[in-house]
T-cell receptor, first 119, second 114 residues
């Protein structure tokens, strides 16, 4: 079955450490995204990538880094510069379309999430 | 400003009742309004979506009503069931962004009591 796989599901980090969250998709989607979810805050965009070897900052990119070396992979690194990293991290992907929105074609598909806790 | 304002933050409904969640937007360039449903510990999943050229869309017990002049849209869950207990997010595409680049409301936690 096609979908998005995030790993690990739970991750604990000591202060000052970098950690990398994995995201892999087999949907052949062009675009991939990382969102951060905090209680009562909704989903906030960290980074997104519309094509291999290219990515853009979202609303809360400080303290995070990404790479897009392969179409199916979009790992997120939470660096020590991120002052409040404890959160639920969601990876998503979508078919990329320009011009007219095609109903359903640009649906965001999410992974099951990774919960990061700083000790 | 690109925002989607969602209310209420939490909602308790008796089984069989109607659940109503509202969202308001500011940017008239938005052209697609999806709702996502999220169960605890899981990622959100698309529930239903509407385009602004229609006023209502119904899928089973779930209906989106859209009021373009008021820049508001709402989700109605008819005959609410305990299995509907989840967090619901409204969203809209970010102006000028890629089609999957969404702005989300802050979510509504729905609890349906048996």
């Amino acid at each position: 079955d096609g979908g998005i796989t995030q790993s690990p599901k739970y991750l604990f980090r000591k202060e000052g450490q970098n950690v990398t969250l994995s995201c892999e998709q087999n949907l052949n989607h062009d675009a991939m995204y990382w969102y951060r979810q905090d209680p009562g805050q909704g989903l906030r965009l960290i980074y997104y990538s519309q094509i291999v070897n290219d990515f853009q900052k979202g609303d809360i990119a400080e303290g995070y880094s990404v790479s897009r070396e392969k179409k199916e992979s979009f790992p997120l690194t939470v660096t020590s510069a991120q002052k409040n990293p404890t959160a639920f991290y969601l990876c998503a992907s979508s078919i990329e379309r320009t011009g007219t929105v095609l109903s359903g074609a640009n649906v965001l598909t999410f992974g099951a999430g990774s919960r990061l806790t700083v000790l | 400003q690109q925002q989607v304002k969602q209310s209420p933050q939490s909602l308790i409904v008796q089984k069989g009742g109607i659940s109503i969640i509202n969202c308001a937007y500011e940017n008239t360039a938005f052209d697609y309004f999806p709702w996502y449903q999220q169960f605890p510990g899981k990622g959100p999943a698309l529930l239903i979506a509407i385009r602004p050229d229609v006023s209502e869309k119904k899928e089973g017990r779930f209906t989106i009503s859209f009021n373009k002049s008021a820049k508001q849209f709402s989700l109605h869950i008819m005959d609410s069931q305990p299995g509907d207990s989840a967090t619901y997010f409204c969203a809209a595409p970010r102006d000028g962004g890629s089609q999957g680049n969404l702005i989300f409301g802050k979510g509504t936690k729905l609890s349906v009591k048996p």
